[in-house]
Every structure is written in structure tokens, then in C-alpha cells.
């Protein structure tokens, strides 16, 4: 889901320079890839006060997500499990991956300049498949698949404009393009995970870890 975070220029530029000093206190040297603050020790960024309205805006768009898959909330608890900048320089991206351990991810961007590179999508899972690895791009170089469309790929990439926010589930695979801007991209990254308020008579959902017995 895509969805509009409005926040003030003052209230942009306190959080992309508080990004700036946790990525210059752990990073000394530049890469291919991006810088990601969840695993270079700064992965609860809502646990800092600078970032408190803007978690809370977050926190609406995601509820609203859930809304449409006409999930009822009122029997949810959702926490944000982990939460983090990325700062994506130029020719720097980030390679495929999931967040197998949550349930709802999501990508914020504080700064998006032009042509710094958007987020693909990837589904292992093709329902259209009506014979293995038909739609994959050497399909298309032998000349098999006329043109690749939403039906026939494997992948999607989304180039949204600053302040757009897309969520999404955690396990499906995920990538950036490379940055090819001399500005940096700089996005708010985060894992949600929901559990049953109440878990009696259901089997699937997470129990809540209020009732869980630790060893
Ligand atoms: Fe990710």
C-alpha cells in the first residue's frame, strides 16, 4: 500500500541530520551498498523523541493498511519491533532480501531526490507460471514473451516521490535500485509485528507475549 506523510521542512531536516551523525559515528568508509541503521546498532530509532511524531503518523498509514485487508483490529496489539534509517549514496543500493521475522515492513522516504532509485518487489510464487521459469528474462531474449506486464513478471519496482510511504508484508522478497543522483536517498525503515489480544479459539496469529512463560 502507498500512502502521503506530510511533515514540515524544520521537522525534515532535524531527522536527516540526526541520520547524518548516527551514520557518520559508524561508518568510515563507502561502499556499493547502502547504509542501514538496523544493523550498525541503531535499529530502535522510535525509541528516540525526534522521531516520535513521525512514528505516530506511520503508525495511522499502517493501521489503515491492515483496514483494507479488513483485518479488525480491535483484537490486535501491534508494536513496532525494530526501526531505522537507510542513507543510499550515489551508485549504492541494496540487494534482495526479506524480514522473515515480523509481520509488516515498510519504507518511508524523508528524502527522495530524482532518479535515486525506487523499491522492487519480487514474488517467488508466480500464479501466472503455466510452465516453470517461462517468464524468466531469457524468455524474453529468445523472443517466447512478446513484452514483460504486471501478468508475466516476476517483479515490480515502485519510483515514489518524497514523503510517500509503501508498506508491505515482511517475507516478500525486496530490493533498491542503485541511487544514480549525486543526492543521497534517505528512507525510514521498520518491522511491525501484530499478536493476538485475546488468542482463544484461534490457531494462526501469535499469541500475546503477555502470556508467554520465558525460561
Ligand atoms: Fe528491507
Do not use: C
Not at 1 to 19: A, G, P, T, Y
Not at 52 to 68: E, F, H, R, T, V
Not at 107 to 136: D, H, M
Request: aromatic share 10%.
Amino acid at each position: 500500500m502507498q500512502d502521503k506523510i506530510h511533515l514540515e521542512s524544520k521537522e525534515r531536516d532535524i531527522l536527516i541530520n540526526e541520520i547524518k551523525r548516527m551514520k557518520l559515528e559508524t561508518e568510515n568508509k563507502k561502499t556499493n551498498f547502502a547504509w542501514t541503521g538496523d544493523t550498525k546498532g541503531h535499529e530502535f530509532l522510535f525509541s528516540n523523541n525526534l522521531f516520535s511524531s513521525l512514528s505516530a503518523k506511520i503508525s495511522n498509514s499502517i493501521i489503515q493498511y491492515l483496514k483494507i485487508l479488513e483485518i479488525n483490529t480491535d483484537k490486535l496489539d501491534i508494536y513496532y519491533q525494530r526501526s531505522w534509517a537507510t542513507f543510499t549514496e550515489n551508485k549504492q543500493s541494496i540487494n534482495f532480501h526479506t524480514h522473515s521475522q515480523s509481520n509488516l515492513s515498510f519504507a518511508y522516504y524523508l528524502s527522495k531526490p530524482e532518479n535515486s532509485g525506487g523499491i522492487i518487489f519480487r514474488s517467488n510464487e508466480l500464479q501466472n507460471e503455466v510452465a516453470k521459469n517461462i517468464f524468466t528474462s531469457s524468455k524474453l531474449d529468445k523472443s517466447l514473451i512478446n513484452k514483460p506486464n504486471q501478468y508475466n513478471s516476476d517483479r515490480s519496482m515502485f519510483d515514489l516521490e518524497q514523503d510517500s510511504i509503501i508498506i508491505f508484508p515482511s517475507k516478500t522478497p525486496h530490493a533498491t535500485m542503485p541511487n544514480s543522483s549525486n543526492k543521497p536517498r534517505i528512507s525510514i525503515s521498520g518491522d511491525v509485528t501484530i499478536m493476538l489480544k485475546d488468542s482463544k479459539g484461534f490457531e494462526h496469529l501469535m499469541p500475546n507475549f503477555k502470556n508467554w512463560t520465558k525460561f
